[in-house]
Structure formats: structure tokens, C-alpha cells
């Protein structure tokens, strides 16, 4: 049990760090720097405890950026910036990078390297599986971090009352 | 001041303000609410056309027929999250102050000579959030470790070739290239327990996360033309990424 907390935490915090390393490269105000590593750290546990509870990863990462998006608003009357500068690096690690790496592996086969008829054919799975799940995390992210604020029909977080 | 020097001054420094917006990479619909802030602390009206790469805009005034209309050129894109969070601050407080044109313009100068952080911590920061990418798809710390370099050798491609003005996504191919190559040169030697992660993650860093993000925002505002761009550049790097990540494949014969 103990081990399972310690790898979640190990995993959250590399989620942090990823989100960090991306805000730096969209070259975020330095006061936020602390607030995108919490994001991305408290995003990336919600993501890994729900997979490790057999959520499936499209659901968990809705959920994921969701609070992401939620959270945003009473942050940002904290820390006095608009919620796009820190929302976005937090979600960056959500991107799914090895289905899309898998996507990419088994299209090249299915059409360079592989003569095989059944191999085909369960390459073809593969091509399916990979690739629609990368395009409904992509879907969840979109969707998950644009959706609080449609919810609440304002234009401007200054505007929502705390 | 001539009533309709002032409307010039006002445009311009308006069309300045919305392609800074543009540039450092803000949706379509935060640049309209910048400039309809801007516009009524200085107590103009505004209508704009903002496309990807120039914005028309009209200033006029509600009991004249005064107006001024003027077309400016965006410059290249670089995401700036520090930019557009100092002009939406400044936005707010010109309302609330009531500042002058002068005063607006001296803020936008100082908000445009803002530091970029320097390219070494940039490079080592991305290069650490492509090992935690590694950690999160599963990698041990050889892999990361694998995951580091490459990401760090790629990013410094992209950086360098930026100075010598080569089209942006042949820069992006080169980088996806290189970066997986040195990866896959850990599947190669069998490195760690996960080589795949490496080369899987290695290119993370080249995502288009904010071009897709703010297409997807732009659609649900209703600017579907800026969505459409913006989309499609996410599109083109994100082929020219995986067109990088085929070659390298293609040479190390990974299957």
C-alpha cells in the first residue's frame, strides 16, 4: 500500500515537473512558477489514483483537467493573473505521447514491413485503439479545460464573484 | 492635441497592443476584450478584424464621424504567457485609473521589454519535463535519463536553427529528427528497462499545446476561421513532428 502511495506521489510529481519545464518554455510570469508545479502535481495525482482505481484514462484525464479548469477561478483572484497562464502548462503532461508514438509504430509497419495477413489485421487494431484513444484524450483535455467556464457564461474571470 | 491625430495615435497603439496579444499566443477572444478595455478607458468604440496574420481595426467615437481605420502586419509568433498575464493586468487598471493615451503606450514599452527567461534554463527545464514525460509513460531513470538528452540535444536544434531564419516547421522536422535518433540509439543499445518511452517522449517537447488549446477555444467563441488556423498549424507540426519520428524509425529498422 504504502509502496502504491509513494510511486503515485513519484509519478504526481514528475507530472509537476513536466508542467513546470513546459511553462518555462512559454516563458511564464516568475510569481506563478510555484502555482503551475501544484496544478500540474494535484492534476497528475487525480489522473494516476483514478487509473489505479481501473478508470479508464480518457474519463481520468476529463476529470483531471476539469478540476484543473474549476480550480483556475479562485486561483487567479489569488494570485492576480489570468487563469490561460497558468491553466495550460498543468494540462501539457495529460497529452498522450505514447499512443500517439504507438499510432505512428504500427501505421509504419502495417505499411512498410508487415506481409502477413492476420499481422495485419491486428495491426489494424492496434492503428484503431491507439489512435482513437489519443483523439478522445485530446477531445477530454480540450473539452475539460474550456467547459467550467462556459458553465458559468462569463467572459472574464474578474467577473465571477469569489 | 488635433482631435484626429489622436484617433491615429489611438489605433496604432491599439493594433500594437493586439498583435503583442496575438504574437505571444492569446485566443481570439482575449485580444477583444483587451482592446474593448483599452478602448474604453481611453472612451473610444473599436470594430476589429483579427486574422492570423493582420488585424483591420476602426476607431471611431459615438458623437462624431470621426474615424480612423488602419491595418497592421503580425510579426512572427513566440508564445509569452508573462506578456499577455502584464497587459491584462495593465488592461484592468487603465479602466479603473482612467489612463491617458500616453500613459498606456509607456506600459506597453516596458511590458515589451520584458526578459525572456535565458535559453539554458529554458533548455534544462524542458529537457527535465521531457524525463518526468518519460517517468509518467513508465520509464525507469535510464530511460529518462535517455529522455533528458535527447529532448536537450532536439531543443538546441530548434533554438539554434531559429537564428538562422529557416522556416519554422523544416526546424521542427530537424529537431524531431535528431531527437529521436539520439533516442532510438537507446533502443539500439538496449538501454534501461523501457527504451520505447524514451523515443516516444523524447519529442513531447515540440506538442503544439497552446496552438491546439486555443484552436479548440476559438471554435466554441465562434471564430472559426482563427480556430481553423490555428488548427491547422498544430496540424502541420504535429506531421512535421511524427514525419522526424518515421525517418528515424525507418532508419533503425524499429518495428
Not at chain 1, 508542467?19 to 516563458?27: H, R, V
Not at chain 1, 495491426?123 to 462556459?150: E, V, Y
Not at chain 2, 499577455?84 to 506600459?107: F, G, Q
Not at chain 2, 523544416?170 to 532510438?184: G, K, P, T, V
Request: with cysteine.
Amino acid at each position: 500500500m504504502l509502496t502504491t502511495i509513494l510511486n503515485l506521489l513519484e509519478v504526481a510529481a514528475w507530472s509537476g515537473i513536466a508542467a513546470l519545464g513546459f511553462g518555462i518554455l512559454f516563458n511564464i510570469p516568475k510569481s506563478v512558477i510555484f502555482t503551475v508545479f501544484m496544478l500540474g502535481f494535484t492534476a497528475g495525482l487525480i489522473k494516476f489514483s483514478l487509473m489505479y482505481f481501473n478508470v479508464h484514462i480518457v474519463l481520468a484525464t476529463f476529470i483531471a483537467v476539469f478540476f484543473v479548469g474549476i480550480i483556475c477561478m479562485p486561483v487567479a483572484h489569488k494570485i492576480h493573473h489570468p487563469p490561460v497562464v497558468f491553466c495550460i502548462p498543468p494540462t501539457i503532461p495529460m497529452i498522450p505521447g505514447y499512443f500517439a508514438y504507438e499510432t505512428v509504430l504500427s501505421v509504419m509497419n502495417f505499411i512498410f514491413m508487415e506481409d502477413d495477413q492476420a499481422k495485419r489485421v491486428e495491426l489494424i487494431d492496434t492503428i484503431f485503439t491507439n489512435g482513437f484513444t489519443m483523439i478522445f484524450i485530446l477531445i477530454s483535455i480540450a473539452a475539460g479545460i474550456s467547459l467550467p467556464m462556459l458553465l458559468l457564461r462569463k467572459d472574464s474571470v474578474k467577473k465571477i464573484e469569489e | 492635441m488635433d482631435s484626429s491625430k489622436e484617433l491615429i495615435k489611438t489605433v496604432d497603439l491599439l493594433l500594437d497592443i493586439s498583435s503583442l496579444l496575438m504574437v505571444s499566443g492569446a485566443n481570439t477572444n482575449r485580444v477583444n476584450l483587451s482592446i474593448y478595455r483599452f478602448a474604453s478607458a481611453l472612451h473610444f468604440n473599436t470594430s476589429c478584424f483579427i486574422s492570423h496574420k493582420s488585424i483591420v481595426m476602426t476607431v471611431y467615437e459615438d458623437n462624431s464621424t470621426l474615424s480612423c481605420t488602419r491595418v497592421k502586419n503580425i510579426p512572427p509568433y513566440a508564445i509569452n504567457f508573462s506578456i499577455i498575464s502584464s497587459v491584462s493586468k495593465a488592461s484592468w487598471t487603465a479602466v479603473e485609473e482612467h489612463w491617458t493615451l500616453d500613459k498606456i503606450s509607456k506600459e506597453i514599452e516596458t511590458i515589451k521589454k520584458q526578459k525572456r527567461y535565458p535559453k539554458l534554463v529554458v533548455l534544462i527545464a524542458v529537457s527535465l519535463s521531457g524525463a518526468g514525460f518519460c517517468n509518467i509513460f513508465k520509464g525507469d531513470y535510464l530511460n529518462m535519463g535517455v529522455a533528458f538528452f535527447s529532448t536537450f540535444i532536439g531543443l538546441l536544434i530548434f533554438q539554434l536553427t531559429h537564428k538562422e531564419k529557416y522556416n519554422v516547421y523544416l526546424r521542427i522536422f530537424s529537431a524531431s529528427l535528431i531527437a529521436s535518433i539520439l533516442a532510438s540509439l537507446g533502443i539500439i543499445f538496449n538501454i534501461g528497462s523501457n527504451p520505447q518511452t524514451a523515443l516516444a517522449t523524447s519529442i513531447l517537447f515540440l506538442v503544439p499545446g497552446v496552438a491546439l488549446i486555443n484552436s479548440f477555444t476559438d471554435f466554441l467563441d465562434n471564430n472559426i476561421i482563427n480556430g481553423m488556423v490555428r488548427f491547422t498549424t498544430g496540424l502541420m507540426t504535429v506531421l512535421a513532428i511524427a514525419l522526424g519520428l518515421f525517418i528515424a524509425m525507418i532508419l533503425f529498422q524499429l518495428n
